[in-house]
Structures are given as structure tokens and as C-alpha cells.
């Protein structure tokens, strides 16, 4: 059994910075790429940012882009997200996913086998 376990989460004031990080445990699994999704109330999951490992690109979604980093370790399955200059758009719950294979498009949910519980980020204006 895979687990993804995020972290990092809370209340933060518009402006203002965190640091998500997801690491993996159980069953050792060797991921291509992990990624972040995340899903606010009444509206449908959405990419957030995504990782391959082997040439170490990374992609964003627009809403984020020059706001979010991703970084992360293959060898440890564990990745992170560091949130700036935040937005009360951004509340939502963040979630944190590991793909086996780069197969599919890495910006939808069905590119990834393996996700985290979710962790709550609330940004107040």
C-alpha cells in the first residue's frame, strides 16, 4: 500500500507565503512525475503543477504560474509547493499525486496512480 501524506497547510493573510510538501510511504514505488491538484468548494478538481523527474521539467497552470514553485526528490517520492503572494482564490483544498508512468497528459487527475488525503489552505483578504 502507497501513501502520499501532505503537509504544510493553514490560514494564511492575502499576500502571504506557504509551503506545501507531500512525501511518500509504504510500499516502495518508483514515480515519473508527481504533481498538485486542488479543489475549492462547489467547484471541480484543478491543476495545479507538475514535476517529471527525469529531465526535471515542470509545468504550470496559468493561475499560478510565477506565484507557485514545485520542487522535490524522486529518490525519496517527496515533492513540495511553495505558495506565494497568495490569493484568496487560492483557498482550497490542495492535494498532492504520484505517477507511475508519464503515459498520459500530467495536467488530469487519470495521469496519476497514487494521492494524498488533502491538506486545507485558507487565504483570508
Known amino acids: 500500500q502507497v501513501q502520499l501524506v501532505e503537509s504544510g497547510g493553514g490560514l494564511v493573510q492575502a499576500g502571504g507565503s506557504l509551503r506545501l510538501s507531500c512525501a511518500a510511504s509504504?510500499?516502495?514505488?518508483?514515480?515519473?512525475?508527481m504533481g498538485w491538484f486542488r479543489q475549492a468548494p462547489g467547484k471541480e478538481r484543478e491543476f495545479i503543477a507538475q514535476i517529471t523527474w527525469s529531465a526535471r521539467t515542470t509545468y504550470y497552470a496559468d493561475s499560478v504560474k510565477g506565484r507557485f514553485t514545485i520542487s522535490g526528490d524522486n529518490a525519496e517520492n517527496t515533492v513540495y509547493l511553495q505558495m506565494n503572494s497568495l490569493k484568496s482564490e487560492d483557498t482550497a483544498v490542495y492535494y498532492c499525486?504520484?505517477?507511475?508512468?508519464?503515459?498520459?497528459?500530467?495536467?488530469?487527475?487519470?495521469?496519476?496512480?497514487?494521492w494524498g488525503q488533502g491538506t486545507q489552505v485558507t487565504v483570508s483578504s
Open positions: 499525486a504520484a505517477a507511475r508512468y508519464t503515459s498520459y497528459d500530467l495536467r488530469k487527475g487519470i495521469a496519476y496512480d497514487y
Open positions: 509504504g510500499r516502495t514505488f518508483s514515480s515519473a512525475a
